[in-house]
């Protein structure tokens, strides 16, 4: 579902639409699925919806590489392999400074969602992939400009 259509929804809509999500997951055969929903069941206390709503929509429309942010109150998901820039900054390192700085977070992950895996990873691994991509992108987004 979109999140634009989650948001139509009623509360008594949402409430169900949450729970039969989290019911689908459970009962299904994705198991890089089945285990963020452990992390979100046993981490995650409120904003359930980032992850059975936001989440899940990237998720399904991208096969690519996520650092997942697991906090008390919901989760993140911050697109590696997207290497756009906005004002002249990587745009996810931006998203990621900002978390960082204004919500605590109790968790990182890698997804890989091609191959349907998940790893934690340390605070310190999740900076250093996060500043090693800044680096490559800013680098190519300079060489495209000439600029470098």
Do not use: C
């Not at 729970?19 to 997951?25: A, D, G, H, V, Y």
């Not at 997804?111 to 310190?124: G, H, Q, V």
């Amino acid at each position: 579902m979109k999140p634009s259509t989650y948001y139509e929804l009623n509360e008594k809509e949402q409430v169900k639409f949450l729970k039969e999500t989290q019911s689908n997951i459970e009962n299904g055969h994705n198991e890089l699925l089945i285990k963020m929903n452990t992390i979100v069941k046993r981490s995650v206390k409120s904003y359930l919806s980032d992850f059975f709503v936001h989440d899940l929509y990237v998720l399904n429309e991208r096969e690519e590489n996520f650092l997942w942010l697991v906090r008390d109150f919901g989760t993140n998901l911050i697109q590696l392999d997207d290497p756009e820039f906005y004002k002249g900054h990587w745009k996810w390192m931006d998203w990621y400074k900002a978390i960082k700085h204004t919500m605590k977070t109790k968790a990182f992950y890698y997804i890989d969602n091609k191959n349907k895996t998940i790893k934690k990873l340390s605070p310190e691994k999740a900076e250093k992939i996060m500043n090693d991509l800044n680096i490559k992108y800013t680098d190519n987004f300079l060489k495209r400009r000439n600029i470098a």
